[in-house]
């Protein structure tokens, strides 16, 4: 189940011994210093848990291909150049990781 944003809200407040109004707002700040940085296409660092970096994807042409399903030769329409954001964990991020047997048992795989 993931956490939501109530539920984060809560957390951080018990942490941070705020009130569970304060922690909304800071949540909400922090929502909005991101998404202004990622507008003007800025790296940004969340403490050392992750990075968001915005990236330009290229342009690609039409290109012959099969389907699978068929065999069938189709050609693969052309895609317009688009921006996207990566998100990449960083080393505490990847340290508070379970083991792979937890991670099996906690999420039923």
Known sequence: MPLTQSQLADAVAEHAE???AEAKRALAALEEVVLAEIGAAQKVKIG???QLTVRVKPATKSRPGRNPAT???I???AKP???DVRA???AKAKSALPSVQKAKQVLGT
Do not use: D, Q
């Open 88 to 90: 990449r964990a960083l």
């Open 48 to 50: 050392n848990l992750v």
């Open 18 to 20: 705020l009130t569970r």
């Open 75 to 77: 050609t693969i329409a």
């Open 71 to 73: 065999g069938e030769e």
């Open 81 to 83: 150049a688009s921006v």
